[in-house]
């Protein structure tokens, strides 16, 4: 049984930093596609970053230099640095796994979620 649960949201100012992390359980990363999605109010889930079983990594064009995602496999942990945060971050975020090997950028190629954790930057 797959579980996802996220923490680490908060407020920030602009240009401030955060880091948002996922447990992981029931998920075998070499296999899987791990990924963080954002929903702001109004707007379509849209994927943000993803890290596939090679560790190969995709970002949403604009958060490139700005985000990392990363996974601990010893913790069973997915991370989302973000750096240099803009007002229009702010969103819900969602850790996401995939049975699929490689990161789609579709939510519905998503099999498993976690309730969220919010991010707020304030300008």
């Known amino acids: 049984q797959v579980q996802l649960v996220e923490s680490g949201g908060g407020s920030v100012q602009a240009g401030g930093s955060l880091r948002v992390s996922c447990a992981a359980s029931g998920v075998s990363y070499s296999r899987y596609c791990m990924a963080w999605f954002r929903q702001a109010p109004g707007k379509e889930r849209e994927v943000v970053a993803g890290i596939d079983g090679d560790a190969n990594t995709v970002y949403k064009d604009s958060v490139k230099g700005r985000f990392t995602i990363s996974q601990d496999n010893g913790k069973n942990t997915l991370y989302l640095q973000m750096n240099s945060l803009k007002p229009e971050d702010t969103a819900m975020y969602y850790c996401?796994?995939?049975?699929?090997?490689?990161?789609?950028?579709?939510?519905?190629?998503?099999?498993?979620w976690g309730q969220g954790t919010q991010v707020t930057v304030s300008s």
């Open positions: 996401a796994a995939s049975r699929r090997s490689f990161c789609g950028l579709g939510a519905y190629e998503y099999n498993y």
